[in-house]
């Protein structure tokens, strides 16, 4: 399957493994790679958006420096893996997929925007 051979090589971090990353004071971009309409609805604060769709085209105008932390998340970490495994092979040295995605993060209660 696509997605398990993205996830393969992909760094992957839960909500557990967020928290830490923010505690840390470690700067990163949280970039939401879901559909306009699942961003419109609602999404994490302090998020991005690029759809998968267009990641691709558009990431170097976010993060034009290929070794900024990025932290992708989508609504259960499948796209952004697909996403994470893209930036990978464009040369950014450190995209994360957030396993569980947008699910994890609401049942976290982690803050969000709309």
Known sequence: MLVNDAKSRVRQIDIGGYRALVNSGEKFTLIDVREDSEWQAAHARGAIHLGKGIIERDIETVAPDKSTKLVLYCGGGYRSALAADALMKMG??????????????LAAGLPLES
């Open 92 to 105: 950014y040295t450190d995209p994360i997929s957030l396993d569980g995605g947008w699910r994890a993060w």
